[in-house]
């Protein structure tokens, strides 16, 4: 297997919800067909799948899903960013899980909840700096 993620696919609850949500994140959806709302990232995509429908396909019932102990992960290029990006999460529908605050490793880090719970981290870590060009994110930065 090759060392990558190719889509990021959300149980949700409402499609349609969670894509208004999204949305008002700033996100641009792409054309997808019917029953899955596609948004691409930077080389991933991130799809939003009606819950019941997913359990169908791995042949599980749906309370067998469960709520992983997970967060995707979202940096930012300036430390200021992130409150900047939970405000607009809260504005959007979003739980606010812990407001932004300095970390012991020298980054700068807080937490929301979408409307279905998947736990997003927003990120400053100055020891990895963003691409400049497209905002492209590696462990130890780019250079």
Known sequence: MEQ????????VRDVAESTKFYEAMGWTRVDSPDGIVVFDLLGQA???YPRADLARDMGLEEGELGVGASTLGYNVREKGEVAQELDRA???GARIL???HDVFWG???GYFADPDGHVWEVAHNPFAPLRD???A???NGYG
């Open 4 to 11: 990558r993620i190719s889509l990021v696919t959300l149980g």
């Open 107 to 109: 980054g700068h880090i």
């Open 133 to 135: 060009a497209d905002g």
């Open 46 to 48: 991130l799809g939003l």
């Open 90 to 92: 809260r504005n959007a």
């Open 98 to 100: 812990k407001n932004a």
């Open 137 to 139: 994110f590696r462990w």
